[in-house]
Nanobody, 126 residues
Framework: QVQLVESGGGLVQTGNSLRLSCVAS????????LAWFRQAPGKEREFVAG????????IYADSVKGRFTISRENAKNTVYLQMNSLKPEDTAVYYC???????????????????WGQGTQVTVSS
């Protein structure tokens, strides 16, 4: 079993930055694909960014390419999401997700992930 805990959310103005962290416990994350999803009020949970356990494959949603960066630090059992140039449409609850996987695999769908954090709220004011 894996427990995931996100932190780093908050209220920021347009154009500012935030870094989200997700710390895992229960099992080492070194063989897990990791991802960030987000869910805005009244909308479906959507994929934001993902990273393979090898670290060699990173995928981003078109809406965040060039602004967000996902990274992982296996020694700390942690995955990060650096969010720059934030926009009001980035406002959502952000969730980290994990699943065991092949070396270079990254899933884009929520159904492909077995473990989820409780979420952290990100609010971007205009």
């Amino acid at each position: 079993q894996v427990q995931l805990v996100e932190s780093g959310g908050g209220l920021v103005q347009t154009g500012n930055s935030l870094r989200l962290s997700c710390v895992a416990s229960g099992r080492p994350l070194s063989s897990f694909a990791l991802a960030w999803f987000r869910q805005a009020p009244g909308k479906e949970r959507e994929f934001v960014a993902g990273i393979a356990w090898s670290g060699s494959n990173l995928i981003y949603a078109d809406s965040v390419k060039g602004r967000f960066t996902i990274s992982r630090e296996n020694a700390k059992n942690t995955v990060y999401l650096q969010m720059n140039s934030l926009k009001p449409e980035d406002t959502a609850v952000y969730y980290c997700a994990a699943t065991t996987s092949r070396a270079n695999w990254v899933g884009l769908n929520r159904d492909q992930y077995d473990y989820w954090g409780q979420g952290t709220q990100v609010t971007v004011s205009s």
